[in-house]
């Protein structure tokens, strides 16, 4: 914890942010891990710790990626419009983690009495069980609110999404 000085430290907040090279190795370390300071940096503690776990570290993209990647730009131009480009999107965002993704119409039953049912877009994910594997519970519920976050930003749509996971 960053102690400021007593005259300035009232209604101020700040935040860090720092990057490493370590990659998806510097995932999942989970909050409340005590952090090693270099001599060389000034701190007021010598000791650090996280407040949230890491997460969002990616290796450099093998060929099958870039291809996704470049696929996604340039059937989307970063817009989600259709059904199609709503697949792309999850293989882009998901990588090898997932073998298939299906996109279907659907509906829900509203929580109010008089609404009734609305319509939804389901996207169906279908994952690859040996990646997945390799991922902790918190990196995949993080790839998924992500997917459906930026699903969300960059749609065009009006009705709501909703993720299964087979």
Known sequence: MIKPRADESVGK????????????????????????????????????????????????QSNKDRILAYRNALLTRGRIVTFADIKAFGFNHFKSSIEDIRIEKGTRKEISVKAGFSRTVDVYIKTNPEEKQQLSDSEWSYLCDSFIKNLKSKSSNVYPYRIFVD
Do not use: H, P, R
Not at 27 to 54: H, P, R, W, Y
């Open 13 to 60: 907040a700040f935040m860090i942010t720092y990057w490493s090279t370590c990659a998806e190795e510097g995932n999942d370390i989970k909050a409340g891990t005590a952090l090693e300071c270099k001599d060389d940096l000034f701190f007021v503690s010598q000791s650090t710790t996280l407040m949230t776990n890491t997460a969002g570290g990616l290796n450099k």
